[in-house]
């Protein structure tokens, strides 16, 4: 059974830090991508980031570069998503998923086949 557990969230202030955790079962990395992807109240779900421990592809969204930073624990079979200087528009919940090994450029929720429950970032200004 595939599962993904996220970890991490919290309430932090403007120019915070916080590392989320995705922690996956019933497949490896060999199998599928996975993606960062959030979701603010009112807004469309994003991509956030993504990674690829096949090809070692990664993508950011442009309103993450240099702020975020995505990478795998293959043998932890585990994402984590280091964020740093938040800010208050970074608010969301942060979902992971899988993705195809080979997503190319398109860090997608469509894509997805899995997602975890969720969990909730909160930065205050």
């Known amino acids: 059974e595939v599962q993904l557990v996220e970890s991490g969230g919290g309430l932090v202030q403007a120019g915070g830090s916080l590392r989320l955790s995705c922690a996956a079962s019933?497949?490896?990395?060999?199998?599928?991508?996975i993606g960062w992807f959030r979701q603010a109240p009112g807004k469309e779900r994003e991509g956030v980031s993504c990674?690829?421990?096949?090809?070692?592809?990664?993508y950011y969204a442009d309103s993450v570069k240099g702020r975020f930073t995505i990478s795998s624990d293959n043998a932890a079979n585990t994402v984590y998503l280091q964020m740093n200087s938040l800010k208050a528009e970074d608010t969301a919940v942060y979902y992971c998923a899988t993705l195809p090994v080979r997503f190319g450029r398109t860090c997608v929720y469509e894509l997805s086949l899995y997602w975890g429950q969720g969990t909730q970032v909160t930065v205050s200004s």
């Open positions: 990674i690829s421990s096949s090809d070692g592809n990664t």
């Open positions: 019933g497949f490896t990395f060999d199998d599928y991508a």
